[in-house]
C-alpha cells in the first residue's frame, strides 16, 4: 500500500509541468488546428493550384469563393498558425508543386513572443524550402496587416501596432534578396496613424467583408487573377 503511494507520488513529480499548467490563451492553437492539418492532407492539390498559406486571417477570406472562375484557388490559413506551422505544413503543398503560393504570416508569432531574427529566420527558411522542392512555383511574401489597438480584444497583437511596420520591412528585404514579389498590402488597410481602419476590421485584428473586398481587388489590379 505505502509502496503504491510512493511510486505514485514519484510519477507525479516527474510530469512534465505543462500538463498540469494552462498556457495563456494568445499562445494556445485553438481546436480547429489539427483538424484542418489532416484535412488539408487529403484535399486535392496540383500543380495548377493557387495556395493562399497562413493564418485565421487568410483562413476567413473564403478564397476559392472569391475566385471561383479561377477553380484553381487553394485555401491554407488556419486560425492560431505562425511561421513555425507553415514550415512543418510545406510538406503537404510543395509535393504538389502549386503554380503560385500567397503567403502572409507573423502577426501571431509576435503575439507569440517570438522575436523578429526568428520570424524572419523561418520566413527565409520557408522561401528556401519552395525554391528547392518547388522551384516553378512563384512565391508573394505579403506584408502583415496593420492592426488597430482601440478595440482592446486582442492586447497581444495590437501591442505590436508601431512595430508592424519595422518587421514588413524585413520581409520586403527578404523577398528582394530572395527573388519573391513582396505585396505590401500594409499600405491598403492602414490610416494616418498606421492603424487598421475601423471600418475594415471587427475586433482590431481580423478582417471585415469590405476588408476582404479591397484585397481581393488589390489581387486582380496586380494581375495575379
Given at each position: 500500500?505505502?509502496?503504491?503511494?510512493?511510486?505514485?507520488?514519484?510519477?507525479?513529480?516527474?510530469?512534465?509541468?505543462?500538463?498540469?499548467?494552462?498556457?495563456?490563451?494568445?499562445?494556445?492553437?485553438?481546436?480547429?488546428?489539427?483538424?484542418?492539418?489532416?484535412?488539408?492532407?487529403?484535399?486535392?492539390?496540383?500543380?495548377?493550384?493557387?495556395?493562399?498559406?497562413?493564418?485565421?486571417?487568410?483562413f476567413w477570406g473564403n478564397w476559392s469563393?472569391?475566385?471561383?472562375?479561377?477553380?484553381?484557388?487553394?485555401?491554407?490559413?488556419?486560425?492560431?498558425?505562425?511561421?513555425?506551422?507553415?514550415?512543418?505544413?510545406?510538406?503537404?503543398?510543395?509535393?504538389?508543386?502549386?503554380?503560385?503560393?500567397?503567403?502572409?504570416?507573423?502577426?501571431?508569432?509576435?503575439?507569440?513572443?517570438?522575436?523578429?531574427?526568428?520570424?524572419?529566420?523561418?520566413?527565409?527558411?520557408?522561401?528556401?524550402?519552395?525554391?528547392?522542392?518547388?522551384?516553378?512555383?512563384?512565391?508573394?511574401?505579403?506584408?502583415?496587416?496593420?492592426?488597430?489597438?482601440?478595440?482592446?480584444?486582442?492586447?497581444?497583437?495590437?501591442?505590436?501596432?508601431?512595430h508592424i511596420p519595422l518587421i514588413n520591412?524585413?520581409?520586403?528585404?527578404?523577398?528582394?534578396?530572395?527573388?519573391?514579389?513582396?505585396?505590401?498590402?500594409?499600405?491598403?488597410?492602414?490610416?494616418?496613424?498606421?492603424?487598421?481602419?475601423?471600418?475594415?476590421?471587427?475586433?482590431?485584428?481580423h478582417l471585415t467583408e469590405e476588408g476582404?473586398?479591397?484585397?481581393?481587388?488589390?489581387?486582380?489590379?496586380?494581375?495575379?487573377?
Amino acid at each position: 500500500m505505502h509502496m503504491n503511494l510512493f511510486v505514485k507520488s514519484i510519477f507525479f513529480i516527474l510530469l512534465p509541468v505543462h500538463l498540469f499548467a494552462q498556457e495563456p490563451d494568445s499562445l494556445r492553437r485553438p481546436d480547429i488546428y489539427l483538424s484542418q492539418v489532416d484535412m488539408h492532407k487529403i484535399m486535392p492539390m496540383d500543380s495548377s493550384s493557387i495556395v493562399f498559406l497562413g493564418n485565421s486571417i487568410t483562413f476567413w477570406g473564403n478564397w476559392s469563393e472569391r475566385f471561383l472562375r479561377n477553380g484553381h484557388v487553394k485555401n491554407r490559413g488556419i486560425p492560431g498558425d505562425n511561421t513555425f506551422g507553415v514550415l512543418d505544413r510545406l510538406e503537404d503543398i510543395l509535393p504538389h508543386k502549386p503554380r503560385l503560393i500567397f503567403l502572409m504570416i507573423g502577426i501571431n508569432d509576435l503575439a507569440q513572443g517570438f522575436s523578429d531574427p526568428v520570424i524572419l529566420s523561418n520566413l527565409s527558411k520557408i522561401v528556401k524550402q519552395v525554391r528547392m522542392e518547388s522551384p516553378g512555383t512563384k512565391l508573394v511574401l505579403q506584408s502583415i496587416l496593420p492592426v488597430n489597438p482601440s478595440f482592446g480584444k486582442l492586447p497581444n497583437h495590437e501591442k505590436y501596432a508601431e512595430h508592424i511596420p519595422l518587421i514588413n520591412l524585413e520581409i520586403s528585404s527578404i523577398a528582394k534578396d530572395m527573388n519573391c514579389d513582396y505585396f505590401d498590402l500594409y499600405r491598403y488597410f492602414s490610416d494616418e496613424r498606421g492603424h487598421l481602419k475601423k471600418q475594415l476590421t471587427w475586433d482590431g485584428v481580423h478582417l471585415t467583408e469590405e476588408g476582404y473586398q479591397i484585397w481581393q481587388d488589390i489581387l486582380i489590379k496586380k494581375h495575379y487573377f
